[in-house]
């Protein structure tokens, strides 16, 4: 079953338009990929759909609930969290402030899922009284991810996780993704790193110029001619 879908989308900034004529179905339970070169449109695209981004025209549903254009409060309140470009964790506060900030849609946090986020980044523990700005890059991306699942997201929407992360880290962060999507939670994953986003996908989508070109499952793309030497140097 479709958990969101993503029809005819068009969206951009003043007179630009960033991303146009973008269709795209995430089922629940996979995790799906969008793939694309710088500028082309994997941002404007994710930030549309949990509506920091106002759509020029096209529809968003999610859980059957069609959600274009409402407030991004309102849409993580319905279960749609974001990792953002850059992780833009809050520097000054402690790991755990910001893990509390995460929790917002709920009354308290939810100590479950506090304990679950420790399992998988024991390092944030450890640092849970460290201030999140002290953090090495890699541990920020891991708080910015804590601080999603927090929320207790059913579609979890990450934009380019690896960026600018050591090897060792980026190793590390998809095996904890392909361990949150085991536990239940939906994945939409925006990624330069077309390799280490399509080995964990199910499905993948291609973006050039504000334009889905193509999409398949996430095995075909990877034996793709076009994909594998446009994305993947093959
Ligand atoms: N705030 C903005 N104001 C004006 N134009 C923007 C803004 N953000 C993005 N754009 C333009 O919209 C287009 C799509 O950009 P977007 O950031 O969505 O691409 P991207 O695929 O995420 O790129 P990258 O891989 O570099 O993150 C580009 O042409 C970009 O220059
Ligand atoms: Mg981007």
């Not at 833009?88 to 755990?96: A, D, E, K, L, T």
């Not at 361990?179 to 990624?191: P, R």
Request: glycine share 10%.
């Amino acid at each position: 079953m479709s958990i969101l879908e993503v029809t005819d989308l068009k969206a951009g900034y003043g007179n630009i338009i960033a991303i146009d004529d973008v269709h795209l179905t995430v089922d629940e339970g996979d995790i799906v990929t969008v793939i694309g070169a710088n500028g082309a449109g994997k941002t404007t695209t994710l930030m549309t759909i949990c509506g920091v981004v106002k759509p020029i025209s096209g529809r968003i549903t999610f859980m059957g609930k069609d959600i274009t254009g409402l407030s991004p409060e309102k849409i993580v309140k319905m279960g749609i969290s974001q990792v953002p470009e850059g992780r833009r964790i809050f520097p000054r506060m402690s790991v755990y402030e910001n893990l509390q900030m995460g929790a917002f849609p709920h009354k308290e946090i939810d100590n479950d899922t506090l304990n679950w986020i420790f399992s998988l980044f024991p390092v944030l523990k450890e640092r849970k009284n460290q201030k999140g700005g002290t953090l090495s890059g890699g541990e920020q991306q891991m708080l910015a991810i804590s601080r999603a699942l927090m929320a207790k997201p059913h579609l979890l929407l990450l934009d380019e996780p690896s960026l600018g992360l050591a090897p060792k880290y980026v190793e590390l962060i998809f095996d904890v993704l392909k361990e949150i999507n085991k536990k239940g939670t939906t994945i939409f994953l925006v990624e330069q790193n077309a390799h280490m986003a399509l080995n964990i996908a199910d499905k993948g989508y291609v973006m050039e110029t504000g334009r889905i070109v193509l999409h398949d499952t996430a095995n075909a793309l990877l034996n793709n001619k076009m994909v594998k030497s446009a994305y993947l140097g093959e």
